[in-house]
């Protein structure tokens, strides 16, 4: 693995450097995960393939700069996608992630630079942030480093084996950081915009979810390909990686 920097942000690749000549795909992780926790994907990815990973701001040791938000974060790298002449892309999101690749877009506006768009349970609707972001967003700053603490108890003592492996990612991520960048997803969420977005503007997409994740909305809201993950839920890289990683590169090469 390998570190790519470009002003305050950290890529992380199978590759030194940006290869034109392969097919490039930008992996956004969720909120308190890690590049790490997707190590065997960067092994085991293919020659014809760079996998490219921006380290969520304040997370995995990052320094975190309070100026640098979802929306600021994704205007550094569509400024780095633009800077490589780079095109044809193809996004994976989870979680929290998943706004990245709208926000590119809006930035980008080309579709010159998408190919593909794979969203596994990412952030598209109010319904997406019912649990642990809109939580947190309800706390001030102050209040929620010790219920930061007690997350990452919560989650170690768990008999939930990807929520043990969410939260040594957790230890990983700083609080301020998962404090606001929790606050920025509730707020893009709000409303249907996300999901209109994702229906108009991608030409080629597809929604993932694991069978143990109740969808609010039906097929047809989402415009898209929905692809079921069986016996996970929204850790699907926790829960079992091989499958995961079955799952990864067949959605794509598929579709």
Sequence with gaps: MYKIKYQKITFISNRKKILKNLQQIFFFYGIGNSSSDFDF??????KTYQIIIPELPGHNYEDFYDNLSLTNFSRLISLFIKKNKMSNLIFFSHSVGGIIPILLAKNLKQKVFFKKFINYEGNLTNYDTNTTTKKTSNYKMNEFKLKFKKLIEICEQSDLKSLKLWSKSLKKT????????SKEAVFYSEGKKLLEFFRVFFKKKIYVYGSKTELSLP???FGSIRHKIDKTGHFAFFDNKKNFTKIFFKLLNTY
Aim: net charge positive; aromatic share 12%.
């Design 219 to 221: 097929e047809f809201c």
């Design 41 to 46: 994907l960067l092994k085991k990815i293919s």
């Design 174 to 181: 700083n609080p301020k950081a998962f404090h606001k960048i």
